[in-house]
């Protein structure tokens, strides 16, 4: 027999024997005996991610600034037809985020849409919204997503699953989309322009579901905004990205993040047999700020009343030593985005040719320059690349803040109010305005929790110009659908193609009856009222163009929490006092008046104390 | 039939209906549906998990040069007295036949691969075994066989070299207790597998992965794939060192150091994919900017830039001393190097060797794991059915759906099956320890499905005393009247008697009218 020396010299050279065939690679690769070739090499060409990144500047009226922060990547290119469990098959991913490619490719998601937005677009004032406003969402949180899926129910399943996972992702609410917050839109969110781009399907007997659900106001902070920073490879940590802090950028005026997802193959006829497909991500941060508020709390952590010599007065008014009338809004303004954001830019973004680029759109009487080791160095399109690795700022300065870049005009202004009194029925009421001198064509996307029940019967249109005064529903409204809630199941879904005359006012309205909830549907703050989405309104001529109202707050009757618990108790005791008397009625024994006095008459106190006296002097012998 | 009587009656009916329709009506209506679950069945399985079982492996030996027409009987004692001299927690045997080429051929044609023993004459005496299929070639000399020490060898070579992993798990230690289960990750059929190259700063990398997998890792995977399945992919993390940097100002830096500031906690990938095990491989260099030295305390071995080492149950950690320049292309010299330790990393990580003990011989080591993991599945679902029915027990008021007590039934079924495949010695091919394997992953899934059903946690927040709370004030008053009316009955027998007593005396008539006269008599209602 070998000795245990020779045993493990055998085991050790059968192992790394079977192992070398196992992986059909020869013995002298194995470490320590490779040193053939070189370990590292530098491109010279460079390395290129399809990623990108841009920060847009530009001052809005009234010293208000927005600041667009604007994100691109494209994920590794994949075949839909691959297996990961096919031992050949590996997933890559380089700029574009772990987090949300496995769950799209398990969820069957084409296109994915998630927007984060708070506060108060003043559109009168601002003009356009961002991006004309396709990147922006109601106030709270919305989700909208295409899925391909064997049936309606299959796609629920994975629209579900999706919402879960985000959920986690985003350390937002988005669990609670359920089946009664989810719709199918129909005529909105661009239906032909899906079939034109040709979403791919991956298995040609399936079907793309649109989903859309919000979720009306819900609170977005700082925790929502870390995901968002994690999924970007520069981490926060270089580019511009580095500007993005929690505690600043949600001290404003309005903010908005935003996720879009599509899914592209390189050729959409082929994919199915060996076409790559890739995902293209855009990531959104878009925030207004009112300048002179941030820079007050920079120089005043804790708000107290300015000092004589900081107070500007009204001249027009009367002032003196004890009164004064503040006068309007300064127009002169210096700041750096460092004082906006808190920090410097740290760095540019490295991984692709064309490095972090940041642009201001500013009139002649800005000045717009980038701050780079004390120096300052300005361009004649107000254009600023980041080339170098260090820290960058920009500064601006105006004398009239007021004059700002052109603004493009808002096609269309809408707003949508609740009318109507009392905890059982209430209105609807949305005004169209159309300012300019052209007809707008546009879709009108509307949902409505199962406890708004409407009466369609009630839409009234009406018409504020003398001019359209002979404007009926039809002449405005081109094709609509509607789909009836069913109690907790589902929301109403109200959508309308509808063409809005040049320099016309409308208002649409509506009635509804409140519902009552059961018990256990009101949260726990139910005196806060429901909030109700925003109505999304999506321009199809003349010019593409997105804008959502302001959400809505419903009061609906809430009921005394401890009634259950009372009812019980009342409905108890009567039957309690019914039984015991039928009982008593039952097995007691009925008496006489005479015998009852009798009965009476030998359990008196005195009639006993008597008998004992007897039975004492009974026995006395007296 | 008197009145006192008839109203004892209607009073006892009250009572009656009360206690014996009433009382368990509610009961009833109000009680929780809990599926009868076979308790017993499950508790004597938990106390003696494999009463039933009995391994039995057939191995078939054949000589090549001499004829040994009763090697196989004589084998089989050897064997089973080996067997024999220890203590076997779980009841195992192994079945020598004799060599029949057109069976196994036969067999062969149809995937099945036996365990085979050749017996080759040569100038010394030893063993090896084949490292792609179940063949273990023991060498004998002239004077082995005139001694007749032969058939001991075979079974010493089997039991303790072929048949290891059997002979430690089964026999010498603790089934689910061995001593690499620190290491180990939970045994899963499927397991996730990511490989990341971590970079401190944020200049561009690249690395030709793809290639390096597609030689190294696709065979390994195919050969793992009867025991475990796995999904790979790779990712470039940016700005991510692990935290190492913090360690930069530090003098004298152990690995202790290290493993206490390490932060794995970006890199868990188990939270993006569906796979419930998860292994990485984290390739980290450290940044440029913060260490552009490196980092102190990687020895350097030779050309060998970096170290490597284990955290358990994770995963393989590779750091690497020197920063990479801006676009730097990692190359498929130095990946070959590094995933070849992580493969060989990998077998300890799913506890198929240790680091003091490697494979004997993979296929056949791969084989034998089979059968154990299967055993241990089988041994982890009737846990989880103990720890089911000692919750159900605990929780009175847990409702047990329907659905509980089916798959309850059903892991029971296919334990039962897996125990016919494991004691079956026509049952010993590769095909069959693979089906046992599949069906044993199936009963620690169905297992687990019946423990986390979440229908059965619905009821617990509706708690007995909640329920008692509720109907009290129905019960409480009824209850009373019921009872005080009963009790008072029984009394009246007695005072109605004494009444009679009371009645007879003329003297007290007369005594009742004066006092009436008196006026003694007040209007104290004791008449209920």
């Known amino acids: 027999m070998l000795c245990n020396t020779m045993v493990s010299i055998v085991h050790t050279l059968l192992f790394l024997i079977g192992l070398a065939i196992a992986t059909e690679e020869p013995l002298n690769n194995a470490e320590g005996t490779n040193v053939s070739g070189q370990k590292f090499r530098i491109m010279e060409t460079g390395i290129q991610y399809p990623y990108e990144e841009h920060l847009n500047i530009r001052p809005l009226p009234h010293n208000h600034l927005l600041t667009s922060f604007e994100f691109e990547m494209n994920s590794e290119p994949f075949f839909p037809g691959d297996s990961s469990l096919d031992f050949d098959t590996y997933d890559h991913y380089t700029v574009f985020p772990k987090a949300i490619e496995p769950l799209l490719r398990r969820t069957d998601v084409k296109q994915l849409h998630l927007r984060f937005t708070r506060g108060y677009w003043d559109s009168e004032e601002w003009g356009r919204l961002p991006h004309d406003g396709f990147k922006s969402g109601g106030s709270g949180v919305e989700l909208w997503a295409l899925i391909e899926g064997s049936s309606k129910e299959d796609a629920f399943k994975k629209w579900k699953t999706l919402a879960n996972s985000l959920s986690g992702s985003f350390c937002a609410s988005i669990n609670f989309i359920d089946v009664s917050k989810t719709n199918y839109p129909v005529l909105s969110f661009n239906p032909q322009d899906r079939e034109e781009q040709g979403i791919p399907l991956f298995n040609p007997t399936n079907n793309l579901y649109l989903m859309h659900a919000s979720l009306a106001n819900e609170p977005i902070c700082t925790e929502n905004l870390t995901p ?8 926060g940590k270089s580019g511009i990205s580095s500007l993005l802090d929690g505690h600043k950028l949600f001290d404003s005026t309005w903010h908005n993040m935003a996720i879009d997802v599509k899914t592209k193959c390189v050729d959409n006829n082929h994919y199915l047999n060996n076409g790559e497909c890739f995902f293209e991500m855009e990531a959104n941060v ?95 399109d ?9 820290n960058y700022d920009i500064y601006m300065e105006s004398g009239s803040t ?38 707008v064509r546009l879709s009108y996307y509307e949902s409505l929790p199962w406890f708004m029940r409407i009466y369609l019967s009630t839409l009234e249109m009406e018409a504020t110009s003398e001019a359209h005064k002979n404007l009926t529903l039809n002449d405005i409204v081109e094709s609509r659908y509607y789909m009836p809630s069913i109690d907790r199941k589902r929301s109403t879904q109200l959508e309308f193609i509808m063409t809005i005359p040049a320099n016309c006012t409308i208002s649409l309205a509506y009635e509804f009856d409140k519902a009552l909830l059961h018990f256990t549907e009101y949260p726990p703050d139910a005196n806060h009222g429901f909030e109700i989405e925003s109505l999304i309104i999506t321009i199809l001529e003349p010019v593409p163009y997105q804008l959502r109202t302001a959400t809505l707050l419903v009061y609906l009757s809430t009921p005394d929490f401890s009634m259950p618990y009372n009812v019980i108790i009342i409905s108890s005791t009567i039957m309690g006092l019914i039984f015991g008397t039928l009982y008593n009625l039952i097995t007691k024994r009925m008496v006489t008046m005479e015998e009852a006095e009798n009965i009476l008459a030998t359990r008196s106190i005195k009639y006993k104390l008597m008998m004992l006296r007897q039975r004492i002097l009974s026995k006395l012998g007296l | 039939m008197s009145t006192l009587s008839l109203r004892k009656w209607v009073c006892a009916i009250f009572v009656l209906t009360y206690v014996v329709i009433g009382l368990p009506l509610w009961d009833r209506l109000t009680n929780i549906y809990r599926a009868p679950l076979p308790r017993d069945y499950i508790k004597s399985l938990h106390e003696n998990k494999f009463y039933d079982v009995h391994v039995t492996i057939p191995v078939y030996i054949r000589s090549d040069v001499y004829k040994f027409p009763d090697i196989h009987a004589a084998t089989q004692i050897q064997v089973n007295h080996l067997l024999n001299s220890k203590k076997q927690n779980v009841q195992w045997s192994l079945e020598i036949l004799l060599f029949n080429e057109t069976f196994i051929e036969l067999e062969k044609a ?41 058939p001991f060898f075979v079974a010493q070579t089997l039991v303790e070299h072929t048949f290891n992993v059997e002979w430690g798990y089964l026999s010498n230690g603790d089934l689910m207790h061995s001593e690499h289960n620190a290491v180990a990750v939970n045994y899963n059929p499927e397991i996730h597998l990511s490989i990341n190259l971590l970079k401190g700063d944020g200049s561009p990398v ?191 008021q847990m409702a047990i759906p329907r659905d509980v007590l089916e798959k309850v039934k059903e892991v029971l079924d296919i334990r039962l099956q897996i125990v016919e495949i494991l004691n079956n010695p026509a049952k010993g091919d590769d095909l069959s320890w693979d089906e046992a394997l599949n069906l044993s992953n199936k009963m620690v899934q169905r297992s687990e499905e019946a423990f986390f059903d979440g229908q059965m946690l619905k009821q617990n927040f509706f708690p007995q005393e909640h329920k008692l709370a509720v109907y009290m004030p129905l019960m409480g008053p009824i209850t009373i009247v019921l009872f005080t009316g009963f009790v008072s009955l029984f009394k009246e027998t007695e005072s109605g008697s004494k009444e009679k007593k009371e009645s007879l005396s003329e003297e007290e008539k007369k005594e009742v009218e004066e006092t009436k006269a008196v006026g003694a008599i007040e209007g104290v209602d004791e008449i209920n």
């Open chain 1, 402 to 439: 007021n004059e700002v870049a052109q603004i493009d005009d808002v096609p269309i202004y809408v707003s949508r109010s609740l009318t109507g009194y009392g905890q059982d029925h209430g209105g609807l009421r949305t005004v169209f305005s159309n300012p300019t001198s052209k007809p």
């Open chain 1, 228 to 235: 968002l920073l994690k999924l970007l490879p520069s981490k």
């Open chain 1, 382 to 390: 107000n254009c600023f690349d980041l080339t170098e690795n260090r």
């Open chain 2, 110 to 150: 149809q995937g099945r691969e036996y365990h085979i023993v050749t017996l080759q004459l040569d100038e010394f005496v030893g063993y090896n075994a084949a490292y792609d299929s179940k063949n273990t070639v023991v060498y004998f000399d002239d004077p082995t066989v005139a001694r007749n020490d032969l």
């Open chain 2, 206 to 396: 690249d690395w030709e992965i793809e290639e390096t997998l597609k030689t190294y890792f696709t065979p390994f995977r195919r050969f793992l794939s009867p025991l475990v399945n796995f999904t790979v992919d790779t990712s470039v993390v940016y700005f991510n060192d692990l935290n190492l940097h913090s360690l930069n100002n530090t003098d004298n830096i152990t690995w202790t150091d290290v493993s206490h500031s390490i932060d794995l906690s970006e890199l868990s990938s188990m939270n993006y994919f569906s796979e419930d095990s998860a292994l990485n491989l984290a390739i980290v260099f450290p940044s440029k900017e913060t260490n552009p030295e490196g980092f102190s305390f990687v020895k350097v071995d030779g050309e060998q830039m970096w170290e490597s080492f284990i955290v358990p149950q994770w995963g393989v950690l590779v750091i690497n001393k020197m920063p990479l320049e801006a676009n730097t292309v990692v190359s498929k010299d130095y990946l070959d190097a590094v995933l070849y330790k992580f493969a060989n990393d990998l077998f300890e990580l799913l506890g198929l060797s240790t680091q003091f003990d490697s494979l004997f011989s993979p296929v056949i080591t791969i084989d034998s794991f089979k059968r154990i993991r299967a055993l241990q599945n089988m041994n982890k679902s009737v846990e989880t059915l103990w720890s089911l029915i000692k919750l159900t027990e605990q929780f009175k």
């Open chain 1, 286 to 380: 878009d925030v207004v700020s009112h300048i002179p508020s941030v820079l007050a709390r920079n120089k005043n952590p804790i708000p107290k009343p300015l000092g004589g010599e900081d107070l500007y007065c009204d001249l027009s008014k009367p002032y003196d030593g004890y009164q004064c009338f503040p006068s309007p809004e300064t127009t002169e303004i210096q700041f750096s985005l460092s004082d906006l954001f808190g920090k410097n830019i740290s760095g540019s973004n490295d991984l692709s040719f064309t490095h972090s680029r940041i642009c201001v759109s500013i009139t002649d009487n800005w000045l717009a320059t980038i701050k780079m080791d004390e120096g300052l160095f300005g361009t004649d």
